[in-house]
DNA sequence: TTTGGAAATGTAATCGATTTCATTTAGGCG
DNA sequence: CGCCTAAATGAAATCGATTACATTTCCAAA
C-alpha cells in the first residue's frame, strides 16, 4: 500500500536503551519490573522512557512469548441479552488478569465461526470460551487438542471439553412445579429445537414436574421454535391460542420467548396471569421491563462468566480443569403472581 | 511460569521450508499468493504445509508488518441495545476487510477507557471506533494524533476526529412535530444530561418545534436523567405524573427511556397512548415488543456502523476522511396512534 | 553455442520485545 | 590490598513471519 499511515514513528526499545545508555535487556528489566536493576539505572531508563514517550510494542512482546492474551468469546447472536451479563462476568475477570475478549458472532454460519476458529489456529487467540449451542463440535473437539477451551451454558456431553452451566432439567421442573401449585393443569411448554441438549433437559424437567403430579402429557400442548426471538415466541403462543383447549399456563425456555407470548396473549384480549400464567427463563434485563413483569428463573449469568474465564485461564497454564454446576433460582413476578382459581 | 501449557508444538515457517526443501522465503511467497512462484514448487510447499499441519502465526506476521488488524470499538455500556445494531454494522465492514473488533465496554469508568486506550498506544489496536460520550475528548484527541480514531454516533464538535452520525436536532424536532400534529400541546421531554452533545441538539429540536406551532414552553415538562436505562424512564416519568398539569405526551430521547416511562404509565393505571402518547428514540428490537409498540426515530445503526469502518479504514490508510451525516426516519407505532382527541 | 533478460529462488535483515548466559561491577571480609 | 561472592549489566539468540536485494535458473533470440 503506497500510502501513508497515521502518525510519526513511535521510539521502541533500542532507542530507550541508547537514550538511557543502558543496554536493551536492562530496560526490559525495568519494564517487567524485575528487581535485579540498581535503583539509580531504574531511575535513568525511567526518564529515558518519560522523555521519548515510549510505550512497549506488545506485538513483539506477544511473539516472544508465544501469546495473544486474547481469547475468543463465541455467540450465535449479540442481539440475544442473555449473552450480555455473562459477558460482563467474563470481562471483568479478564481484566483483571491482563487479557482482552474478541467477541465473535457467529449468526450459527459456519462459515463466519470457521474465521473465527482461525484466529485461534494462527495463535491471534490463546483460547476459547464458546457459549454457541449450534457450534460445530467435532472442530471443537479437534482444536481442543490444542488449544484451551471451556464451555459455557451450551455443552456437549462426552466431549471433553470442560463447561460452566446449570442444572437445566431441575430449573425446568422447579418453574413448571411452581406452575401446578398456583393451580395450573394445562401447562404448556415452548421448547426450542430438541437437537439442543439443554432443550431436551428442560423438556425432561417439564415432564417430571408433570409426571409426580399425576399430569397427563398433552403433545399439543409441546411447542418447538427454531430459534430462540421474540417472534418465535409470538408464533408459538399463537399456535396454543388456536388450540381447542387451551392452555392456562406456559413455560417458555427463554425469556424472549416468553415476551413474544405476552405480546400474543395481549393481542388476543387475554389477560397475564389470570387468563394465562407464563414462565421465562434467564432473566434477562427486559424480563422486568414487561408489562406484566415476567416470572423466570434466574441464571447466575455473571458468575458463570467469571468462572468460565478462570477455568479457561487455568486451561491455558494447563492446569486440570473440572466442569461445574451453578445453582439456580425461581424469580416470581407479577405474570404468575395473580390468584389464579 | 512452571506449568506445561496445552497443546503440542507447532510447525512454523522454517519446518516447512526445510519439508519442501525450498527458503522461507518461498513459503513466505505462497502463503501470501505471490505470483512469482512456480506452479512446480508452489505444489510442494502447499503439500508440506498440509503434511505438518501448518498454520502461519499472526504474531509475526503482526510485528513484521506492524499492525495487529484488530480495532477498538468503544461503548459505555453493552447492556444498551442501541449499540447491539452498530456493532453488527461494524463487524460485517471489519470481517470482509480481515479485521477483528475488541468490543470495549468503558462503564463511563476513565480507568476502564485508560486500559483501553492503552491497547492502542501499546500498538495492540490499529484504530479506535467511539461510540461513548462520556469518553475523556482530551486522551482522544491526544490519540488521534498518532492512531487512526473515527467518533460514531456520539462526536465532540471542533476535535477535528471525523465522525458519522444524524441529525440529532432535525430528528427531534419530526417527533415532537408528530405529536403536535395529532393534536398534542403539553408535550414533556424526558432528556439526558445536556452535558452531552446529542442532548443539547433533541433538546434544541423540541424547542424548536414548539416553537413553530406556537406553544410555550413548560420548563417543568423537562427532565434530565443521569442515565439511559428503563428505570431512569420510570423515575422521570414518575415526577411528569406528579405535576398539577400533567402532560398528554412524552417524547423520550431513548426507547429505553420511553419504555421505563411505559411501564410507569400503566402502573398509574393510565392508558397509551389514549391518555399520554410516547415518543422513544433508536428503534431498538425491543421497542416492537412492548405493548403498546413504540413510536420512535429510527436510526441507520447497521450503515452507521459500516459506514464507521469504512472510514477508520481510509484514516488507517492515510487517506482524507470526511464525517458523515446520515438519514433518520420517524417510525410511528401504537404509542401515538391512538385517536386523541 | 552464446547471451541477455525475465522468472524463480535464496540469503539475510528486519519488526520489537524477552531471556539465557557471560561478563563486569560492587562490596564485604580477612 | 587482594579475594570472593553476589548483584548488576550487557551481548546475542530467539520468537515467526515478510521482504529488499542477491543470486541462480530458464528460455528465446542471435
Redesign the pocket.
Known sequence: MGLRKVGKK?????E??KQA?????????V??GQ????????KKVEEAIKKLN????M???N????ESRLFLILIPSISNPFYLEIIKGIEAVAISQNYNILLCETDSNPERENIYFDLVRK?MADGIISMDPTVNIETLKNLSENHAIIQCSEYEEGSGIPYVTIDNEDASYRAVKHLIQIGHKNIALINSDEKYLYARQRKMGYIRALEEYGITLNSQFIILTQHLGFENGQHAMKKLLNLHDRPTAVFAVSDLLAIGALKEIHASRLHVPSDIAVVGFDKIDFSNMTNPTLTTIAQPMYKMGTVAVKMLIDKMNGKEVESIILDHELVVRESTSGQFI
Chains 1, 2 share one sequence.
Do not use: D, F
Open positions: 513511535l521510539a521502541n526499545i533500542q530507550v536503551a545508555r543502558v543496554s536493551v535487556a536492562t530496560v526490559s528489566r519494564l517487567n528487581n535485579t536493576v540498581s535503583e539509580k539505572t531504574r515510549y510505550e512497549p510494542s506485538l513483539g512482546r511473539l516472544r512469548n508465544s495463535k
